[in-house]
């Protein structure tokens, strides 16, 4: 009959509704277990991907064999690893620091060794033979006099190897351009005022 009819297409729809509704749920519930899932891959990457790039999560201890290192000491690797990284940096930067400054003593003596040059070029009979051996070898004698004051000062003859690694010392500490030149200009002004 047609109510029978009606009370059968209720159902009916009911019916479909309620499969709807679960079809739904099941569609989130994967959607969420595959975000988790996307997400747990993510962080094992991320973990992986350090105990790559980080050097000491690599080494392995022999004496218990290789044992996969827990996320908490993967982590703390990678911090120490950072930190000696900036500390290399740190280092690296003085060493330019350093080197910039030999550099423009070197520029410095450029344009000195330029000005005596021009003026020996524009003066070229100036001067001769008006300076004697023994007054060269006083200008080479005070130098070498200043230099092995400090060298003396620095250099230890404890034993051969502490004499090498003194003398490499002394070279880097004493032996700088603008060093020598500030020797070289001192000993001539002695000389100058000696002289004349």
Same mark, same amino acid.
């Given at each position: 009959?047609?109510?029978?009819?009606?009370?059968?297409?209720?159902?009916?729809?009911?019916?479909?509704?309620?499969?709807?509704? %679960?079809?739904? &749920?099941?569609?989130?519930?994967?959607?969420?277990?595959?975000? %988790?899932?996307?997400?747990?891959?993510? #962080?094992?990457?991320?973990?992986?991907?350090?105990?790559? +790039?980080?050097?000491?999560?690599? *080494?392995?201890?022999?004496?218990?064999? /290789?044992? &996969?290192?827990?996320?908490?000491?993967?982590?703390?690797?990678?911090?120490?690893? #950072?930190?000696?990284?900036?500390?290399?940096? !740190?280092?690296?930067?003085?060493?330019?620091?350093?080197?910039?400054?030999? =550099?423009?003593?070197?520029?410095?003596?450029?344009?000195?060794?330029?000005?005596? $040059? !021009?003026?020996?070029?524009?003066?070229?009979?100036?001067? !001769?033979?008006?300076?004697?051996?023994? $007054? &060269?070898?006083?200008?080479?004698?005070? @130098?070498?006099?200043?230099?092995?004051?400090?060298?003396?000062?620095?250099?230890?003859?404890?034993? /051969?190897? %502490?004499?090498?690694?003194? =003398? /490499?010392?002394? @070279?880097? %500490?004493?032996? !700088?351009?603008?060093?020598?030149?500030? +020797?070289? +200009?001192? =000993?001539?002004?002695?000389? &100058?005022? *000696?002289?004349?």
């Amino acid at each position: 009959t047609h109510a029978s009819s009606l009370r059968a297409d209720d159902e009916d729809s009911d019916y479909h509704q309620e499969a709807y509704k %679960e079809s739904y &749920k099941d569609r989130r519930r994967r959607a969420h277990t595959q975000a %988790e899932q996307k997400r747990r891959y993510a #962080i094992k990457k991320g973990y992986d991907d350090l105990q790559a +790039i980080v050097p000491t999560c690599e *080494q392995q201890d022999f004496s218990i064999g /290789f044992q &996969k290192p827990s996320k908490a000491i993967v982590l703390q690797k990678t911090i120490d690893y #950072i930190q000696f990284l900036h500390k290399e940096k !740190k280092k690296q930067e003085e060493e330019v620091s350093t080197l910039r400054k030999d =550099v423009m003593a070197l520029k410095i003596m450029k344009v000195n060794y330029e000005q005596i $040059v !021009k003026a020996h070029q524009d003066n070229p009979n100036e001067g !001769k033979d008006q300076v004697s051996d023994e $007054v &060269k070898f006083n200008v080479f004698q005070g @130098i070498m006099d200043s230099l092995f004051q400090s060298f003396n000062a620095s250099v230890s003859v404890t034993s /051969f190897q %502490e004499l090498s690694a003194c =003398v /490499f010392s002394w @070279i880097e %500490e004493h032996c !700088k351009p603008q060093t020598l030149r500030d +020797i070289v +200009i001192g =000993v001539l002004h002695q000389l &100058k005022s *000696q002289l004349y």
